[in-house]
């Protein structure tokens, strides 16, 4: 059972960039899974979530209509596009899987977003 | 949206001492949506506490939580050498997820 992300890397101010999650061993329909992000130094932050159809997705203020979150259950893939980004986007992104009571019970390893001129 | 402050932010402890880590949100959270999670250093997360009292899988019962409402709390009943950390407290309401700023466990 695991979650490995992808697809972090240093963009300039303005940019796009779209991470990736990799998910394995649960079906992976079945859960909502989320974005989190932790500045360096810093605490968690939420970042987006999304049901396990796909068909409800939910945003933080900080990011909501800058990015998207999508999902591919045919091929057990969490996205989070990531557009106009801002030096305060930096940081490590972690996915993370939604358990019923709404708390993150499996986490990936992160993947380090620098937004850098 | 519902903000949650930890305390104190940091805690100075010798192994074999009783820590009380402090969750309060600035409205009434269901129990059901608020968990702790601890990070060590160069790790993920890890979730410890769901449902603010039922330990998550391969917890050790030195951890429990407790509360209701504004107020929660993290007990480690016994510290070990292993659970100096940052421990986190979330929870969820109205389609928003939130963290606390974190509470620094290091050795005395």
């Known amino acids: 059972v695991q979650l490995v992300e992808s697809g972090g890397g240093l963009v300039q101010p303005g940019g796009s960039l779209r991470l990736s999650c990799a998910a394995s061993g649960f079906t992976f329909s079945s859960y909502a899974m989320s974005w989190v992000r932790q500045a360096p130094g810093k605490g968690l932050e939420w970042v987006s979530g999304?049901?396990?159809?796909?068909?409800?997705?939910y945003y933080a203020d900080s990011v909501k209509g800058r990015f998207a979150i999508a999902r591919d259950n045919s091929k057990n893939t969490l996205y989070l596009q990531m557009n106009r980004l801002r030096a305060e986007d930096t940081a490590l992104y972690y996915c993370a899987l939604v358990e019923s009571y709404w708390y993150f019970d499996l986490w990936g390893r992160g993947t380090l977003v620098t937004v850098s001129s | 949206e519902i903000v949650l402050t930890q305390s104190p932010g940091t805690l100075s402890l010798s192994p074999g001492e009783r820590a009380t880590l402090s969750c309060r949100a600035s409205q009434s959270v269901s129990s059901s949506y608020l968990a702790w999670y601890q990070q060590k250093p160069g790790q993920a997360p890890r979730l410890l506490i769901y449902g603010a009292f039922s330990r998550a899988t391969g917890i050790p019962d030195r951890f429990s939580g407790s509360g209701s409402g504004t107020d929660f709390t993290l007990t480690i009943s016994r510290l070990e050498p292993e659970d100096f950390a940052v421990y986190y407290c979330q929870q969820y309401g109205s389609s928003v997820w939130t963290f606390g700023q974190g509470t620094k466990v290091e050795i005395k």
């Open positions: 999304i049901s396990g159809s796909g068909d409800n997705t």
